[in-house]
């Protein structure tokens, strides 16, 4: 159970999969505990509100289909995606979304300076700057290295010797390219997760929205894509998956908790210190409320501390609503695999059978929670 403004307790049900330590705390409080507002997260609350999929089917949308992208501004240290368009891009498909259900989370979650900065060091345009750098520092380190102790033989043989060094500096680069390329393929808790407030939101309009990475020009430009995605068939079909898989909740969670157990997010609180209080009852204190005449030396005795709680996203609940959760945490990540094609191509997709792509459902069936090979 996390904690939050001195002691103030969110319990895991209220909770929402959502929060984000880039979100000001402010909001962020009010968005987990207000059973009513956009961080209550329940399966029941989406199926029983008629009006959370108002965006009806519309000629030319389909599950899948890209509806806008917007390419930010520039590096990371510029004002980012121009979300200002967003509204008249959407509208042109018929889809009408108020600015503020997409506009404040993602600023939150994805204009910061601190997120920007980890996008762009995470790259692909700095991966082009960093592989001829590696390959430089490695073969320097490898020649200075051996050349020390085999001087002496090395003088018949300098030319081998330096292509030996050079092939085993390719194959440390190769090998760092390798593994950065495979942490790429996996969901980053610091920009695909960062979206699940947004789609949290955008899903109710039948919209996804998703963040990648491309290179233009030896540079790297970050794209923010929209796709159109009603998760209701989604939503039902994998519930009806679980609940046939998973009689007894324990089985379930044990799958989830192997499964998803290594994704966290840190919810940042600040508590008052008690020291406060001492002060305040103090002879040093004003008798008056208002008479320490802003004085820097007593606001300066306001004491806070900063704490990081790490939160765990494991779903818990009913078949609904773990179902539900599960499409929202990993949306942000289709999203970008669908954006880059990288989802393997198929005639046999359930609810994308326009798009020749798996599902939401199926890739969480398939390449998360591998149910095809599970016994419930």
């Not at 030896?218 to 009806?240: D, K, M, P, Q, T």
């Not at 997010?265 to 008798?287: D, F, H, M, R, Y």
Request: proline fraction near 4%; charged fraction near 15%.
């Amino acid at each position: 159970m996390a904690h939050c403004n001195g002691g103030e307790s969110i319990s895991s049900a209220r909770s929402s999969v959502t929060s984000l330590e880039a979100v000001e705390e402010a909001d962020l409080i009010h968005w987990i505990n207000d059973p009513n507002g956009l961080g209550s997260i329940s399966g029941s609350n989406i199926i029983n509100d008629p009006e959370c999929y108002s965006s009806s089917e519309r000629p030319g949308l389909y599950n899948g289909r890209t509806l806008l992208v917007l390419a930010s501004g520039g590096p990371w240290w510029t004002r980012g995606f121009d979300l200002e368009s967003c509204e008249e891009g959407l509208s042109t498909f018929g889809i009408q979304i108020p600015p503020e259900v997409y506009k404040l989370p993602i600023q939150a979650t994805l204009m910061s300076s601190e997120v920007r900065r980890y996008m762009y060091f995470s790259s692909s345009g700095f991966l082009m700057l960093l592989t001829p750098m590696f390959y430089v520092a490695t073969w320097c380190c490898l020649y200075s290295t051996f050349h020390v102790y085999l001087s002496q033989y090395l003088k018949s043989f300098f030319w081998a010797f330096c292509l030996l060094v050079s092939v085993v500096a390719v194959l440390l680069t190769t090998a760092l390219l390798l593994i950065l390329n495979w942490q790429h393929k996996k969901i980053n808790a610091n920009t695909d997760l960062r979206l699940m407030w947004t789609n949290e939101n955008l899903v109710k309009h039948n919209v996804l929205v998703g963040v990648m990475d491309a290179t233009k020009c030896c540079s790297s430009v970050l794209h923010l894509c929209f796709i159109y995605f009603n998760i209701r068939g989604c939503e039902r079909r994998l519930a009806s998956l679980l609940e046939s898989r998973f009689h007894a909740g324990s089985g379930l969670q044990s799958l989830l908790r192997q499964k998803l157990g290594h994704l966290c997010i840190v919810i940042e609180s600040t508590q008052v210190s008690p020291l406060n209080e001492v002060l305040a009852g103090s002879e040093e204190a004003p008798l008056l409320p208002g008479n320490d005449g802003g004085s820097p030396s007593h606001s300066s005795r306001q004491i806070k501390h900063v704490f990081n709680t790490l939160t765990s996203l494991v779903p818990e609940g009913t078949s609904e609503e773990i179902a539900y959760q599960l499409l929202l945490i990993y949306s942000g990540y289709y999203v970008k695999l669908l954006a880059m094609n990288q989802l393997p191509h198929t005639m046999a997709s359930i609810h994308t059978g326009d798009a020749h792509v798996p599902c939401l459902c199926q890739y969480i069936e398939t390449s998360i929670l591998k149910l095809s090979g599970c016994e419930s």
